[in-house]
Protein backbone atom coordinates (compact mmCIF):
# COMPACT_ATOMS: atom_id res chain seq x y z
CA UNK A 1 0.00 0.00 0.00
CA UNK A 2 1.29 3.42 -0.95
CA UNK A 3 1.28 6.23 1.27
CA UNK A 4 -0.22 9.54 0.27
CA UNK A 5 2.78 12.04 1.31
CA UNK A 6 3.08 15.49 2.30
CA UNK A 7 5.25 17.62 -0.32
CA UNK A 8 5.45 21.18 0.19
CA UNK A 9 7.45 23.54 -2.24
CA UNK A 10 9.27 26.57 -2.26
CA UNK A 11 7.22 29.46 -4.25
CA UNK A 12 10.36 30.95 -5.65
CA UNK A 13 11.35 27.39 -7.24
CA UNK A 14 14.03 27.99 -10.30
CA UNK A 15 13.80 25.51 -13.12
CA UNK A 16 16.83 23.64 -11.66
CA UNK A 17 14.44 22.71 -8.85
CA UNK A 18 11.06 22.62 -10.79
CA UNK A 19 10.21 19.21 -9.47
CA UNK A 20 10.46 20.29 -5.80
CA UNK A 21 13.43 20.81 -3.05
CA UNK A 22 10.76 19.95 -0.36
CA UNK A 23 9.61 16.78 -2.46
CA UNK A 24 10.05 13.88 -0.09
CA UNK A 25 11.30 10.76 -1.76
CA UNK A 26 10.58 10.23 -5.21
CA UNK A 27 8.12 7.59 -6.62
CA UNK A 28 10.31 4.65 -5.44
CA UNK A 29 14.01 3.29 -5.35
CA UNK A 30 13.99 1.93 -8.73
CA UNK A 31 15.32 5.81 -9.93
CA UNK A 32 17.69 5.83 -7.22
CA UNK A 33 18.63 5.86 -3.77
CA UNK A 34 16.27 8.50 -1.74
CA UNK A 35 16.83 11.81 -1.12
CA UNK A 36 15.10 12.09 2.25
CA UNK A 37 15.35 8.93 4.91
CA UNK A 38 15.30 9.25 8.41
CA UNK A 39 18.31 6.97 9.58
CA UNK A 40 18.80 6.86 13.24
CA UNK A 41 20.10 4.97 15.91
CA UNK A 42 19.09 4.32 19.73
CA UNK A 43 21.85 4.72 22.34
CA UNK A 44 20.73 2.98 25.73
CA UNK A 45 22.71 4.36 28.91
CA UNK A 46 20.55 2.01 31.24
CA UNK A 47 22.72 -0.32 33.11
CA UNK A 48 25.43 1.11 30.55
CA UNK A 49 24.15 -0.69 27.44
CA UNK A 50 25.43 1.35 24.75
CA UNK A 51 27.10 4.78 27.15
CA UNK A 52 29.03 5.24 28.94
CA UNK A 53 30.69 1.63 28.54
CA UNK A 54 31.48 1.98 32.54
CA UNK A 55 29.72 4.13 35.10
CA UNK A 56 33.30 4.03 36.58
CA UNK A 57 35.03 6.37 33.40
CA UNK A 58 36.29 9.36 34.01
CA UNK A 59 34.13 12.67 32.40
CA UNK A 60 37.19 12.93 29.73
CA UNK A 61 36.65 9.67 28.78
CA UNK A 62 32.92 9.45 28.67
CA UNK A 63 33.16 12.34 26.51
CA UNK A 64 35.89 11.01 24.04
CA UNK A 65 33.61 7.79 24.49
CA UNK A 66 30.73 9.71 23.39
CA UNK A 67 32.14 11.25 19.89
CA UNK A 68 33.51 8.24 18.50
CA UNK A 69 30.45 6.77 18.76
CA UNK A 70 29.06 9.73 16.99
CA UNK A 71 31.93 9.29 14.40
CA UNK A 72 31.17 5.36 13.69
CA UNK A 73 27.39 6.64 13.37
CA UNK A 74 27.86 9.51 10.78
CA UNK A 75 30.38 6.90 8.71
CA UNK A 76 27.73 4.29 8.64
CA UNK A 77 25.04 7.08 7.13
CA UNK A 78 22.96 8.15 10.10
CA UNK A 79 21.39 11.19 10.35
CA UNK A 80 20.12 11.42 13.64
CA UNK A 81 20.66 9.81 17.16
CA UNK A 82 18.31 9.12 20.21
CA UNK A 83 19.81 8.82 23.23
CA UNK A 84 18.79 8.15 26.64
CA UNK A 85 18.67 10.59 29.02
CA UNK A 86 16.28 9.54 31.62
CA UNK A 87 16.93 5.92 32.35
CA UNK A 88 15.13 4.97 36.00
CA UNK A 89 14.46 8.50 37.97
CA UNK A 90 17.39 9.79 36.95
CA UNK A 91 18.85 12.29 34.79
CA UNK A 92 22.41 12.52 32.45
CA UNK A 93 22.15 16.14 32.61
CA UNK A 94 22.62 19.42 34.85
CA UNK A 95 19.54 20.76 34.69
CA UNK A 96 17.07 18.56 36.30
CA UNK A 97 15.21 17.58 40.08
CA UNK A 98 16.00 14.41 39.13
CA UNK A 99 19.40 12.77 40.78
CA UNK A 100 22.41 11.74 38.48
CA UNK A 101 22.15 8.86 37.22
CA UNK A 102 24.38 5.94 38.61
CA UNK A 103 25.33 4.73 34.95
CA UNK A 104 27.11 7.90 34.52
CA UNK A 105 28.37 8.77 37.99
CA UNK A 106 28.98 5.45 39.38
CA UNK A 107 26.04 5.87 42.22
CA UNK A 108 22.78 7.37 41.75
CA UNK A 109 23.03 11.20 42.95
CA UNK A 110 26.51 11.41 42.82
CA UNK A 111 27.92 14.78 41.13
CA UNK A 112 30.13 14.28 38.43
CA UNK A 113 33.84 15.18 39.14
CA UNK A 114 34.95 17.51 37.42
CA UNK A 115 30.93 19.04 37.04
CA UNK A 116 29.84 18.85 33.52
CA UNK A 117 26.65 18.41 31.83
CA UNK A 118 26.81 15.58 29.33
CA UNK A 119 23.35 16.92 27.57
CA UNK A 120 24.66 19.94 26.47
CA UNK A 121 28.19 18.34 25.35
CA UNK A 122 26.10 15.66 23.36
CA UNK A 123 23.94 18.10 21.68
CA UNK A 124 26.84 20.50 20.50
CA UNK A 125 29.10 17.20 19.52
CA UNK A 126 25.58 15.78 17.08
CA UNK A 127 25.01 18.90 16.03
CA UNK A 128 28.55 19.54 15.10
CA UNK A 129 28.37 16.24 13.07
CA UNK A 130 25.04 17.43 11.25
CA UNK A 131 23.27 14.65 13.60
CA UNK A 132 19.53 15.32 14.92
CA UNK A 133 19.53 14.90 19.01
CA UNK A 134 16.71 13.63 20.12
CA UNK A 135 16.14 13.19 23.99
CA UNK A 136 15.26 9.91 24.73
CA UNK A 137 13.12 9.93 28.32
CA UNK A 138 11.54 6.80 29.78
CA UNK A 139 8.63 7.65 31.43
CA UNK A 140 7.33 5.15 34.03
CA UNK A 141 10.83 4.08 35.41
CA UNK A 142 12.16 5.08 39.29
CA UNK A 143 14.14 2.44 40.13
CA UNK A 144 15.51 -0.19 37.81
CA UNK A 145 15.89 -4.27 38.96
CA UNK A 146 19.30 -3.82 37.82
CA UNK A 147 20.59 -0.56 39.61
CA UNK A 148 22.93 -1.08 42.77
CA UNK A 149 22.00 2.96 44.81
CA UNK A 150 18.91 4.60 45.22
CA UNK A 151 19.01 8.41 45.98
CA UNK A 152 17.30 10.05 48.85
CA UNK A 153 16.28 12.41 46.48
CA UNK A 154 14.65 9.64 44.15
CA UNK A 155 11.31 10.32 43.83
CA UNK A 156 10.08 6.55 44.58
CA UNK A 157 11.67 8.40 48.13
CA UNK A 158 10.13 11.39 48.33
CA UNK A 159 6.83 10.62 46.69
CA UNK A 160 6.26 7.14 47.96
CA UNK A 161 2.20 7.66 47.15
CA UNK A 162 2.77 7.62 43.96
CA UNK A 163 4.42 4.52 43.36
CA UNK A 164 3.78 1.38 41.97
CA UNK A 165 5.94 -1.53 42.84
CA UNK A 166 6.23 -4.26 40.56
CA UNK A 167 8.92 -7.50 39.65
CA UNK A 168 11.23 -5.72 41.26
CA UNK A 169 10.80 -2.30 39.25
CA UNK A 170 9.60 1.23 41.05
CA UNK A 171 6.92 2.64 38.50
CA UNK A 172 4.79 5.68 38.57
CA UNK A 173 1.31 5.09 39.12
CA UNK A 174 -0.21 7.43 35.51
CA UNK A 175 -4.09 7.42 37.39
CA UNK A 176 -2.56 10.20 39.75
CA UNK A 177 -2.73 13.53 38.12
CA UNK A 178 -0.19 14.75 39.87
CA UNK A 179 2.46 12.06 38.71
CA UNK A 180 1.25 12.91 34.77
CA UNK A 181 1.97 16.35 35.59
CA UNK A 182 5.48 15.68 36.64
CA UNK A 183 6.67 13.55 33.90
CA UNK A 184 5.34 16.75 31.69
CA UNK A 185 7.05 19.41 33.48
CA UNK A 186 10.22 16.70 33.65
CA UNK A 187 9.94 16.86 29.73
CA UNK A 188 8.77 20.20 29.58
CA UNK A 189 12.49 21.11 31.45
CA UNK A 190 14.28 19.24 28.89
CA UNK A 191 12.84 20.99 26.24
CA UNK A 192 13.43 24.84 27.42
CA UNK A 193 16.69 24.34 28.77
CA UNK A 194 18.07 22.17 25.77
CA UNK A 195 18.74 22.83 22.36
CA UNK A 196 17.33 19.27 21.17
CA UNK A 197 15.64 18.23 18.49
CA UNK A 198 13.43 16.04 19.28
CA UNK A 199 11.37 14.50 22.76
CA UNK A 200 10.93 10.25 22.44
CA UNK A 201 9.58 8.08 24.76
CA UNK A 202 10.25 3.96 24.49
CA UNK A 203 7.45 1.43 25.06
CA UNK A 204 7.10 1.44 28.80
CA UNK A 205 3.98 2.48 29.91
CA UNK A 206 2.00 0.30 32.05
CA UNK A 207 4.41 -2.93 32.57
CA UNK A 208 4.69 -5.82 30.33
CA UNK A 209 2.64 -8.87 32.32
CA UNK A 210 4.97 -11.42 34.35
CA UNK A 211 3.46 -14.11 35.64
CA UNK A 212 2.20 -13.85 39.49
CA UNK A 213 2.76 -10.06 39.24
CA UNK A 214 -0.30 -7.63 40.36
CA UNK A 215 -0.70 -3.65 39.09
CA UNK A 216 -1.48 -2.42 42.67
CA UNK A 217 -3.67 0.46 41.35
CA UNK A 218 -6.76 -0.49 42.98
CA UNK A 219 -6.93 2.72 45.03
CA UNK A 220 -6.05 5.43 42.77
CA UNK A 221 -9.23 3.80 40.34
CA UNK A 222 -11.19 3.87 43.15
CA UNK A 223 -10.36 7.85 43.97
CA UNK A 224 -10.08 8.88 39.85
CA UNK A 225 -11.83 5.75 37.64
CA UNK A 226 -15.51 7.24 37.90
CA UNK A 227 -17.18 7.35 34.53
CA UNK A 228 -14.95 4.09 33.23
CA UNK A 229 -16.48 0.84 32.76
CA UNK A 230 -13.41 -0.82 33.31
CA UNK A 231 -9.88 -0.78 34.79
CA UNK A 232 -8.41 -1.36 31.20
CA UNK A 233 -10.14 2.22 29.51
CA UNK A 234 -9.36 3.89 32.62
CA UNK A 235 -5.26 2.78 32.27
CA UNK A 236 -5.73 3.60 28.35
CA UNK A 237 -7.25 7.04 29.12
CA UNK A 238 -4.48 7.79 31.58
CA UNK A 239 -2.00 7.75 29.23
CA UNK A 240 -4.08 9.08 25.97
CA UNK A 241 -4.09 12.15 28.99
CA UNK A 242 -0.69 11.95 29.40
CA UNK A 243 0.66 12.40 25.62
CA UNK A 244 -2.18 15.28 25.08
CA UNK A 245 -0.80 16.93 27.63
CA UNK A 246 2.73 16.61 27.23
CA UNK A 247 2.03 17.37 23.03
CA UNK A 248 0.09 20.34 24.14
CA UNK A 249 3.09 21.50 27.02
CA UNK A 250 5.55 21.13 24.37
CA UNK A 251 3.77 23.49 21.22
CA UNK A 252 3.74 25.93 23.60
CA UNK A 253 7.44 26.30 24.62
CA UNK A 254 8.60 25.23 21.60
CA UNK A 255 6.13 24.41 18.64
CA UNK A 256 9.03 23.36 16.38
CA UNK A 257 9.92 20.86 18.63
CA UNK A 258 9.43 17.03 16.90
CA UNK A 259 7.74 14.51 19.84
CA UNK A 260 7.22 10.95 19.19
CA UNK A 261 7.22 7.68 20.80
CA UNK A 262 8.23 4.06 20.05
CA UNK A 263 5.98 1.58 21.37
CA UNK A 264 5.56 -2.20 21.02
CA UNK A 265 4.81 -3.42 17.38
CA UNK A 266 1.38 -4.51 17.26
CA UNK A 267 -1.76 -2.32 18.15
CA UNK A 268 -4.36 -4.41 17.95
CA UNK A 269 -4.22 -7.92 16.46
CA UNK A 270 -6.86 -8.13 13.70
CA UNK A 271 -8.23 -11.36 15.25
CA UNK A 272 -9.49 -9.29 18.01
CA UNK A 273 -10.06 -5.66 16.35
CA UNK A 274 -11.04 -5.75 12.95
CA UNK A 275 -8.58 -2.92 12.31
CA UNK A 276 -6.04 -4.53 13.57
CA UNK A 277 -2.93 -6.05 12.07
CA UNK A 278 -2.64 -9.36 10.28
CA UNK A 279 -0.42 -10.58 13.32
CA UNK A 280 -1.57 -13.91 15.47
CA UNK A 281 -2.44 -13.81 19.29
CA UNK A 282 1.01 -11.32 19.41
CA UNK A 283 1.51 -8.97 22.80
CA UNK A 284 -0.38 -5.57 21.74
CA UNK A 285 0.12 -2.59 23.22
CA UNK A 286 -3.35 -1.40 23.11
CA UNK A 287 -4.51 -4.84 25.21
CA UNK A 288 -1.34 -5.35 27.23
CA UNK A 289 0.52 -2.16 28.01
CA UNK A 290 -2.90 -0.22 28.21
CA UNK A 291 -1.31 2.53 25.38
CA UNK A 292 -3.53 3.39 22.41
CA UNK A 293 -1.04 4.01 19.88
CA UNK A 294 -2.76 4.39 17.03
CA UNK A 295 -4.86 6.86 18.57
CA UNK A 296 -1.88 9.32 18.87
CA UNK A 297 -1.22 9.72 15.54
CA UNK A 298 -5.01 10.03 14.54
CA UNK A 299 -4.92 12.72 16.98
CA UNK A 300 -1.65 14.46 15.82
CA UNK A 301 -0.49 14.43 19.27
CA UNK A 302 2.64 12.91 18.14
CA UNK A 303 4.87 14.10 14.63
CA UNK A 304 5.99 10.29 14.11
CA UNK A 305 5.66 6.49 15.47
CA UNK A 306 8.46 4.30 16.26
CA UNK A 307 7.23 0.96 16.18
CA UNK A 308 9.27 -1.37 17.44
CA UNK A 309 9.02 -4.03 14.21
CA UNK A 310 12.11 -6.30 15.94
CA UNK A 311 10.54 -9.46 13.97
CA UNK A 312 12.00 -11.07 10.95
CA UNK A 313 9.75 -11.42 7.81
CA UNK A 314 9.73 -14.90 7.94
CA UNK A 315 7.91 -14.93 11.22
CA UNK A 316 5.03 -15.90 11.04
CA UNK A 317 3.46 -14.75 14.54
CA UNK A 318 4.60 -10.68 13.73
CA UNK A 319 5.73 -10.91 10.47
CA UNK A 320 7.69 -8.09 9.61
CA UNK A 321 6.12 -7.21 6.43
CA UNK A 322 2.58 -7.49 7.81
CA UNK A 323 3.50 -4.73 10.50
CA UNK A 324 5.29 -2.28 8.21
CA UNK A 325 2.09 -1.95 5.64
CA UNK A 326 -0.37 -2.00 8.92
CA UNK A 327 1.32 1.21 10.30
CA UNK A 328 2.03 2.89 6.64
CA UNK A 329 -1.78 2.42 5.96
CA UNK A 330 -2.69 3.81 9.98
CA UNK A 331 0.04 7.08 9.77
CA UNK A 332 -2.49 9.72 9.18
CA UNK A 333 -0.02 11.93 7.86
CA UNK A 334 2.48 11.49 10.62
CA UNK A 335 5.93 10.05 9.96
CA UNK A 336 7.13 6.20 10.50
CA UNK A 337 10.29 5.60 11.50
CA UNK A 338 10.14 1.71 11.50
CA UNK A 339 12.10 0.42 14.79
CA UNK A 340 14.70 -2.41 13.31
CA UNK A 341 16.20 -5.35 15.87
CA UNK A 342 19.39 -5.02 15.15
CA UNK A 343 20.21 -6.68 17.98
CA UNK A 344 18.94 -10.34 17.16
CA UNK A 345 21.08 -10.43 13.94
CA UNK A 346 23.65 -13.75 14.16
CA UNK A 347 22.98 -16.95 15.02
CA UNK A 348 22.01 -16.96 18.31
CA UNK A 349 17.62 -16.75 17.64
CA UNK A 350 15.49 -19.20 17.45
CA UNK A 351 14.23 -17.38 14.78
CA UNK A 352 16.64 -18.69 12.15
CA UNK A 353 15.77 -15.63 9.65
CA UNK A 354 18.05 -13.80 11.84
CA UNK A 355 21.40 -15.68 11.01
CA UNK A 356 20.55 -14.30 7.12
CA UNK A 357 22.96 -11.43 6.70
CA UNK A 358 20.56 -9.90 4.29
CA UNK A 359 17.30 -9.94 6.39
CA UNK A 360 18.16 -6.06 8.05
CA UNK A 361 19.24 -4.57 4.12
CA UNK A 362 16.16 -6.23 3.12
CA UNK A 363 14.04 -4.80 6.04
CA UNK A 364 15.02 -1.09 4.77
CA UNK A 365 14.40 -2.37 0.86
CA UNK A 366 11.03 -3.04 1.90
CA UNK A 367 10.50 -0.13 4.01
CA UNK A 368 11.80 2.39 1.68
CA UNK A 369 9.20 0.47 -1.67
CA UNK A 370 6.28 0.73 1.37
CA UNK A 371 7.14 4.56 1.90
CA UNK A 372 7.86 4.49 5.38
CA UNK A 373 10.01 7.59 6.28
CA UNK A 374 12.71 5.53 8.08
CA UNK A 375 14.23 3.73 10.17
CA UNK A 376 15.48 3.45 14.14
CA UNK A 377 18.10 0.83 14.80
CA UNK A 378 18.48 -0.91 18.32
CA UNK A 379 20.90 -0.25 19.59
CA UNK A 380 24.05 1.09 18.89
CA UNK A 381 25.95 -1.40 20.19
CA UNK A 382 24.12 -4.12 17.81
CA UNK A 383 25.71 -1.80 15.21
CA UNK A 384 29.27 -1.34 16.34
CA UNK A 385 29.36 -5.14 16.79
CA UNK A 386 28.19 -5.34 13.07
CA UNK A 387 27.21 -9.23 13.35
CA UNK A 388 27.70 -11.09 9.48
CA UNK A 389 28.57 -7.85 8.55
CA UNK A 390 25.23 -6.34 8.07
CA UNK A 391 26.40 -2.65 9.00
CA UNK A 392 28.60 -2.84 5.79
CA UNK A 393 25.50 -3.14 3.67
CA UNK A 394 24.33 -0.32 4.97
CA UNK A 395 27.78 1.65 5.12
CA UNK A 396 28.75 0.49 1.21
CA UNK A 397 24.78 0.05 -0.23
CA UNK A 398 21.73 1.45 1.15
CA UNK A 399 23.09 4.48 3.09
CA UNK A 400 25.82 4.96 0.80
CA UNK A 401 24.78 8.50 -0.03
CA UNK A 402 23.44 11.18 2.28
CA UNK A 403 20.07 11.47 2.40
CA UNK A 404 18.38 14.64 4.40
CA UNK A 405 16.04 14.02 7.19
CA UNK A 406 12.30 14.38 5.96
CA UNK A 407 10.41 17.77 6.33
CA UNK A 408 7.34 18.26 9.06
CA UNK A 409 5.24 20.46 7.09
CA UNK A 410 2.46 20.52 9.70
CA UNK A 411 5.12 21.82 11.75
CA UNK A 412 6.97 24.52 9.57
CA UNK A 413 6.87 24.51 5.47
CA UNK A 414 8.31 27.69 4.64
CA UNK A 415 11.64 26.97 3.13
CA UNK A 416 14.82 29.42 3.82
CA UNK A 417 16.01 32.15 0.99
CA UNK A 418 18.93 31.33 -1.13
CA UNK A 419 22.72 31.88 -0.34
CA UNK A 420 24.14 34.36 -2.30
CA UNK A 421 27.67 34.96 -4.10
CA UNK A 422 28.59 31.48 -4.59
CA UNK A 423 32.38 30.97 -5.88
CA UNK A 424 35.16 29.13 -5.53
CA UNK A 425 39.08 28.99 -5.67
CA UNK A 426 41.53 26.44 -5.83
CA UNK A 427 43.62 25.14 -2.57
CA UNK A 428 45.73 22.12 -1.51
CA UNK A 429 43.45 19.83 -0.89
CA UNK A 430 40.75 20.73 -4.10
CA UNK A 431 38.09 23.27 -4.54
CA UNK A 432 37.08 25.56 -2.23
CA UNK A 433 33.40 26.62 -2.86
CA UNK A 434 32.35 29.74 -0.40
CA UNK A 435 28.94 31.91 -0.35
CA UNK A 436 27.08 34.21 2.01
CA UNK A 437 24.87 33.33 4.19
CA UNK A 438 21.16 33.31 2.87
CA UNK A 439 18.88 36.97 4.15
CA UNK A 440 16.31 35.47 6.84
CA UNK A 441 13.29 34.07 5.79
CA UNK A 442 9.99 35.02 6.21
CA UNK A 443 9.66 32.97 9.08
CA UNK A 444 12.39 34.64 10.63
CA UNK A 445 14.86 31.41 9.69
CA UNK A 446 18.29 31.46 8.48
CA UNK A 447 20.40 28.49 7.18
CA UNK A 448 20.90 25.45 9.28
CA UNK A 449 23.02 23.49 7.11
CA UNK A 450 24.04 23.34 3.32
CA UNK A 451 23.58 21.31 0.66
CA UNK A 452 26.16 21.49 -2.13
CA UNK A 453 25.30 19.53 -5.53
CA UNK A 454 27.39 19.11 -8.25
CA UNK A 455 27.10 17.52 -12.12
CA UNK A 456 28.79 17.37 -15.11
CA UNK A 457 28.16 20.38 -17.43
CA UNK A 458 25.84 17.80 -19.80
CA UNK A 459 23.68 16.63 -17.54
CA UNK A 460 20.12 18.30 -16.78
CA UNK A 461 20.52 19.58 -13.34
CA UNK A 462 17.73 17.68 -10.70
CA UNK A 463 16.87 18.25 -6.58
CA UNK A 464 16.04 14.67 -6.27
CA UNK A 465 19.04 12.53 -6.80
CA UNK A 466 21.67 12.42 -3.59
CA UNK A 467 24.31 10.96 -6.03
CA UNK A 468 24.53 14.34 -7.38
CA UNK A 469 25.05 15.95 -3.73
CA UNK A 470 28.96 15.84 -3.08
CA UNK A 471 28.57 17.48 0.37
CA UNK A 472 26.92 18.89 2.74
CA UNK A 473 28.12 21.65 5.40
CA UNK A 474 27.27 22.46 8.70
CA UNK A 475 28.33 25.14 10.89
CA UNK A 476 29.54 27.37 8.04
CA UNK A 477 29.03 29.07 4.47
CA UNK A 478 32.03 27.34 2.85
CA UNK A 479 33.12 23.88 1.30
CA UNK A 480 35.96 21.72 0.00
CA UNK A 481 35.25 19.33 -3.00
CA UNK A 482 38.14 17.41 -2.55
CA UNK A 483 37.71 15.20 -5.23
CA UNK A 484 37.61 17.51 -8.12
CA UNK A 485 40.59 16.48 -10.93
CA UNK A 486 42.45 18.71 -13.26
CA UNK A 487 40.79 19.32 -16.57
CA UNK A 488 37.40 18.36 -15.86
CA UNK A 489 34.68 20.75 -15.74
CA UNK A 490 32.03 20.74 -13.20
CA UNK A 491 28.34 22.95 -12.60
CA UNK A 492 27.73 23.53 -8.66
CA UNK A 493 24.63 24.85 -7.32
CA UNK A 494 24.23 25.16 -3.42
CA UNK A 495 21.21 25.23 -1.20
CA UNK A 496 19.95 26.48 2.28
CA UNK A 497 18.10 24.10 4.85
CA UNK A 498 16.26 25.08 7.95
CA UNK A 499 16.38 23.32 11.13
CA UNK A 500 12.81 21.36 10.24
CA UNK A 501 14.91 20.33 6.95
CA UNK A 502 12.76 22.73 4.71
CA UNK A 503 15.51 23.26 1.69
CA UNK A 504 15.11 26.16 -0.45
CA UNK A 505 15.74 27.10 -3.96
CA UNK A 506 19.51 27.42 -5.10
CA UNK A 507 22.30 29.92 -6.18
CA UNK A 508 24.16 28.62 -9.05
CA UNK A 509 25.10 27.62 -11.38
CA UNK A 510 28.97 27.94 -10.61
CA UNK A 511 30.36 26.58 -14.33
CA UNK A 512 34.23 26.16 -13.54
CA UNK A 513 37.14 24.02 -15.37
CA UNK A 514 39.84 22.95 -13.36
CA UNK A 515 43.33 23.73 -15.33
CA UNK A 516 47.10 24.51 -14.51
CA UNK A 517 46.50 27.90 -14.18
CA UNK A 518 43.53 27.53 -12.03
CA UNK A 519 40.05 27.70 -12.49
CA UNK A 520 38.69 29.25 -15.45
CA UNK A 521 34.70 29.96 -15.70
CA UNK A 522 32.72 28.84 -18.96
Not at 190 to 205: C, E, L, R, T, W
Not at 473 to 478: A, I, N, Q
Amino acid sequence: MKKIRNVTFSLLLTLFFLEGCNAQNADSESIGPPKREFRAVWIATVDNIDWPSSKLMEPSEQREEFSALLDFHKKVGMNAVFVQVRAAGDAFYAKSSEPWSEWLTGRQGQVPSPMWDPLDFMIAESHKRGLEFHAWLNMNRLVHKSATSVSSQNISKTHPEWILSYDGYKLFDFGIPEVRQFITDMTVNVAKNYDVDGIHFDDYFYPYAVAGQTIQDEASYRKYGQGFKNKADWRRNNINLLVKQIHEALAVVKPRLKFGISPCAVWRNKGTDPEGSKTYGALGSYDDLFADSRKWVQEGWIDYIAPQVYFSSGFGKVPYKNMVDWWVENSYGRHVYVGVGAYRVGYKEKDTNWANPKEVPNQIRYLRNDEAEGAIFFSSRSLRNNSLGFVDSLRKDLFRFPALVPSMPWKDKIPPLPPRNLKGTLVTNGLELFWDQPDVAPDGERASYYVIYRFAPDEKPSAHDPRKIVGLSYGSEKFVDSTVVSGERYVYYVTAVDRLHNEGRPIGPLKVELTEEGIQRF
